[in-house]
């Protein structure tokens, strides 16, 4: 098993910056993928970003590239969402997840789950 414990989430205005982090302990993997989905009120969970533990491949949703940037500290297992130029369009429970091996875009494909920390963008 794997416990995911995020932290992070919070009030922000449009235009701002907010960074969450995800700690992982539990059961250690050579290779695997740490990622960042989302939920908006009304909809349903969407892809955000991923990254790799080796290479330190990433991966990113086009509605937040160019403003969103993940990274990890391998050494601590924790990875890291910096949000910049905050849009209300933001706002939402972001959850981290890990699955074994390779960065990969689809929910279905991540067997770990965070208890998701709230973001809202006030325009």
């Known amino acids: 098993q794997v416990q995911l414990v995020e932290s992070g989430g919070g009030l922000v205005q449009a235009g701002g910056s907010l960074r969450l982090s995800c700690a992982a302990s539990?059961?250690?993997?050579?290779?695997?993928?740490m990622g960042w989905f989302r939920q908006a009120p009304g909809k349903e969970r969407e892809f955000v970003a991923a990254i790799s533990r080796i290479g330190a491949l990433t991966n990113y949703a086009d509605s937040v590239k160019g403003r969103f940037t993940i990274s990890r500290d391998s050494a601590k297992n924790t990875v890291y969402l910096q949000m910049s130029s905050l849009k209300s369009e933001d706002t939402a429970v972001y959850y981290c997840a890990f699955r074994p091996g390779a960065v990969v875009l689809s929910q279905n494909e991540y067997h770990y789950w965070g208890q998701g920390t709230q973001v809202t963008v006030s325009s």
């Open positions: 539990g059961r250690t993997f050579t290779s695997y993928t």
